[in-house]
């Protein structure tokens, strides 16, 4: 269960129910019944701690968006401009990280970008940074030639949903799911990512 700060034990039980039935059944299809069934409380005491359906989708996913963050040796490196070569292997590998260890949050966000108004505010506050910092790296990367000149907005979003659907996609055109580990998958993308964004100069 993740740890949720300020929050009392019933509260935790109803977040997690949420994250749970919402990334399951998308907003609309979730009950508030439902939530407080697989949280063992009733309804009376959701609606104590949580008065709307909304407010209580929002706070189920920020509990998933606040365990997202750049580890220390990826901040690094995009702040100091390293080599591409070292870098897109270190987002690829993060990204992947976090389909694998929160495989609720992708399914939270589309919830919230499909049924849900005032999404943006939350994505900015809580991705914004991390937007931030791997667009603006790859725009210094680009204004020096290191990679082509393309948006880097273009490549940073485009890597985001490449790699967190790599593994759906592979299962519903393949059928199965995907053989690869996530070291493997860290290589396979980080090679494509490299040869894509490879200037036309470099060698």
């Not at 929002?58 to 702040?79: F, I, Y």
């Not at 609720?104 to 931030?132: T, W, Y």
């Not at 791997?134 to 210094?140: C, L, P, Q, S, T």
Request: glycine fraction near 6%.
């Amino acid at each position: 269960m993740h740890k949720t700060t300020g929050k009392s034990v019933t509260e935790v039980r109803i977040i997690e129910a949420s994250v749970q039935l919402f990334a399951q059944r998308g907003f609309r299809g979730t009950s508030t019944r439902q939530i407080a069934h697989l949280a063992d409380v009733s309804e009376a005491t959701l609606f104590r701690h949580f008065p709307r359906k909304a407010r209580l989708f929002w706070a189920a996913a920020e509990s998933r968006l606040k365990q997202l963050k750049l580890g220390r040796h990826l901040q690094t490196s995009l702040a100091n401009d390293v080599n591409p070569a070292e870098v897109i292997p270190l987002i690829v590998t993060f990204l992947l990280e976090t389909e694998e260890q929160e495989p609720q949050l992708l399914r939270l966000l589309c919830v919230a970008a499909n049924e849900l108004r005032g999404s943006e505010r939350m994505f900015k506050e809580h991705l914004g940074p991390i937007f931030d910092s791997v667009n603006d790296y790859f725009g210094r990367c680009a204004a020096k030639g290191v990679v082509c000149n393309v948006d880097p907005s273009m490549v940073t979003l485009g890597m985001a949903a490449a790699i967190g659907t790599h593994r759906l996609l592979h299962q519903l055109f393949a059928g199965k799911s995907s053989r690869w580990n996530t070291e493997e998958m860290a290589r396979a993308h980080g090679q494509l990512w490299l040869n894509a964004l490879r200037s036309p100069g470099s060698h």
